[in-house]
């Protein structure tokens, strides 16, 4: 079964349209998984929920069909989603719900019912196609909760009208790809990796560089996905390409913003609660024009109050939180602005630092034992094809090739350069002494080994 780093390594590797600071707890959250230590019954348990989800009927408000598009958005979800507790939501599942929907003819409209930090690239175009297709036969609206970026964003612009809580955040208009290149970390272990292929741009893996060439190849690849995004968002909201191409910088806007730019067409509002609870969203009667870009739209009176009592609030809150983070990480700016965009607290931030740490212990002591263990390889290979040339001369009866006494007398000032290096190394805090003078000393030990070889005495 795979591990969590192999999931998070094949994860990395996929095309995606997602928030960046999502995307990072997404791969912390895969990297500690353990599904080897997960029993049959919680497996089969996980399986059977995200079968669940997948089949789940399409829910109905009135004659309004809502069709969720929550979390990762993935072609199909894997079972340990559910296992993780990570949200999700595949898009064979929304194009089915949809079919059904139109098929419906109790249904007048459908409402998508967004928040996502967007997903993988994978089904996404052909559902945005089935989105605006389906806007053509019933009137399709995207309601925001407060998160529509990347791919739920190329999604929610292709329904007819979208609508946000003044605070959601929307866009992130873009497509990114993760490599990793460990040639130089295979290197520095002594392993050489060649790459056999029948073209410049075929296999590659563990070990082998990336070769510029291939970088270019897939950076077109990337690039002819955002156009597909950039066309998207172009014709499902009726703006300009160059326009859209422009906000194609991965960053997100709030719903205000949003509004201003064309992006979405209005701000919802939280209507009180009827008898089930359930809080539906709705415009308030006395809506207030406001201008932007797109033209006049109408909003929910009262939301620039709010929205201006957000910022300021969020503003201090952001100021107090970035204070706390380098009064504890004084000597980790770095990672204590980093923890502060991820909008973590102290608390969680010494969660992550620890783990971070732990991490990089492993990841030394690993290689300290990977290195330990190859120079005693080497070593035992040495000692063992010493071994058999003396049993060979013992066999055909042949004289040493140095006299002993000469190998004792010179063989001593090697043996003793050999071992004062080795000590001088140990002192420095050289961790493999002999594989060092090996390698950066190599006639020391040749010296050493001849001396040895002839007979000098190593005690």
């Known amino acids: 079964m795979a591990t969590g780093k192999q999931i998070q390594a094949a994860s990395l590797g996929e095309w995606w349209a997602m928030d960046p600071r999502r995307m990072e707890t997404l791969s912390e959250t895969l990297a500690g998984v353990d599904l080897a230590a997960m029993d049959a019954d919680s497996v089969a348990a996980a399986k059977a929920e995200v079968r669940r989800a997948a089949d789940a009927p399409l829910e109905r408000r009135g004659a309004t069909a809502v069709v969720p598009i929550a979390g990762i958005i993935l072609k199909e979800v894997p079972w340990y989603f559910a296992r993780l507790g990570i949200a999700a939501t595949g898009t064979r599942t929304v194009e089915r719900l949809l079919g059904e929907a139109l098929a419906d003819e109790t249904i007048a409209d459908i409402e998508l019912a967004v928040e996502s930090p967007g997903g993988t690239v994978s089904g996404v175009q052909a559902l945005a196609d089935v989105v605006h297709a389906a806007n053509a036969q019933k009137p399709v609206v995207a309601r925001v909760e407060d998160l529509a970026a990347s791919a739920a964003y190329w999604l929610a612009a292709q329904a007819g009208r979208i609508t946000a809580n003044p605070t959601a955040l929307i866009g992130s208009i873009g497509v990114f790809v993760v490599w990793y290149d460990f040639s130089k970390a295979f290197e520095d272990f002594g392993f050489k990796?060649?790459?056999?292929?029948?073209?410049?741009?075929?296999?590659?893996?563990?070990?082998?560089?990336?070769?510029?060439?291939?970088?270019?190849?897939?950076?077109?690849?990337?690039?002819?996905?955002?156009?597909?995004?950039?066309?998207?968002v172009a014709r499902g909201r009726g703006l300009n390409e160059t326009k859209v191409r422009s906000w194609a910088t991965g960053q997100v806007w709030l719903a205000a913003e949003a509004v201003n730019k064309g992006l979405i067409d209005g701000l919802d509002r939280f209507a009180s609660a009827g008898p089930d609870n359930t809080g539906d969203l709705e415009m308030a009667d006395n809506a207030q024009p406001i201008k932007g870009e797109a033209g006049e739209l109408r909003v929910a009176k009262g939301f620039g109050e709010d929205l201006a009592r957000a910022k300021a609030e969020g503003a201090q809150e952001a100021t107090g939180r970035l204070k706390a983070l380098e009064a504890a990480f004084g000597d980790d700016p770095a990672f204590a602005r980093a923890m502060w965009e991820q909008g973590k607290t102290v608390e969680q931030a010494t969660t992550s630092h620890y783990a971070v740490v732990v991490k990089k212990l492993g990841e030394v002591q690993a290689a300290l034992t990977a290195a330990t263990a190859q120079y005693a390889e080497e070593l035992q290979a040495k000692t063992t094809e010493l071994e058999e040339l003396k049993a060979g001369l013992a066999r055909t009866g042949t004289e040493a090739l140095v006299d002993t006494k000469d190998a004792q007398a010179g063989g001593g000032d090697a043996v003793t350069a050999y071992k004062a290096k080795i000590e001088e190394l140990v002192q420095a805090g050289d961790p493999v002494p002999e594989r060092t003078v090996a390698k950066k000393f190599p006639a020391i030990q040749a010296a050493y080994l001849a001396a040895v070889n002839a007979g000098a005495q190593v005690g």
């Open 193 to 232: 990796a060649h790459l056999i292929s029948s073209g410049a741009l075929k296999g590659g893996g563990a070990g082998v560089p990336i070769s510029e060439e291939k970088i270019a190849a897939e950076q077109k690849l990337i690039d002819e996905l955002a156009d597909l995004f950039v066309a998207a």
